[in-house]
Nanobody, 115 residues
Framework: QVQLVESGGGLEQTGGSLRLSCAAS????????MGWFRQAPGKEREFVAT????????YYADSVKGRFTISRDNAKNAVYLQMNSLKPEDSAVYYC????????WGQGTQVTVSS
C-alpha cells in the first residue's frame, strides 16, 4: 500500500505562492488517482484538486480554480500543488490523498496565509 508524506507548507503573505509536494512510497503509485484536500480549524475537510493516474486529467474546486495547479511525476512518485495568488482563506492543513481501492492520506502540512 502506498504511503504519503507532504512537505512545502509554511507562512506566506497574501498574493504569494507556495508549492506543496507529496512523496509516495510503493511501486504502484502510477495507478492511483491523486488529490489534495484541506482542512481549516473548525471546518470540515474539503476537496482542493485531483489528478488522474496518467496526469492527463485534472479537476479543481471552484475556490482555487485559476490559482492552483496540480501535477504529478510518476517517475519520482510525487504529486505537487502549486498555489499562486494565495488568500488568507487558503490557510489550512493540506492533505495529500491516494485513491485506490481505499483512500490513503498523508499526515498533512500547514499552510498559513497572512493578510
Amino acid at each position: 500500500q502506498v504511503q504519503l508524506v507532504e512537505s512545502g507548507g509554511g507562512l506566506e503573505q497574501t498574493g504569494g505562492s507556495l508549492r506543496l509536494s507529496c512523496a509516495a512510497s510503493g511501486r504502484t503509485f502510477g495507478s492511483y488517482f491523486m488529490g489534495w484536500f484541506r482542512q481549516a480549524p473548525g471546518k470540515e475537510r474539503e476537496f482542493v484538486a485531483t489528478i488522474s493516474s496518467s496526469g492527463g486529467r485534472t479537476y479543481y474546486a471552484d475556490s482555487v480554480k485559476g490559482r492552483f495547479t496540480i501535477s504529478r511525476d510518476n517517475a519520482k512518485n510525487a504529486v505537487y500543488l502549486q498555489m499562486n495568488s494565495l488568500k488568507p482563506e487558503d490557510s489550512a492543513v493540506y492533505y495529500c490523498v491516494a485513491a485506490g481501492t481505499t483512500l490513503v492520506w498523508g499526515q498533512g502540512t500547514q499552510v498559513t496565509v497572512s493578510s
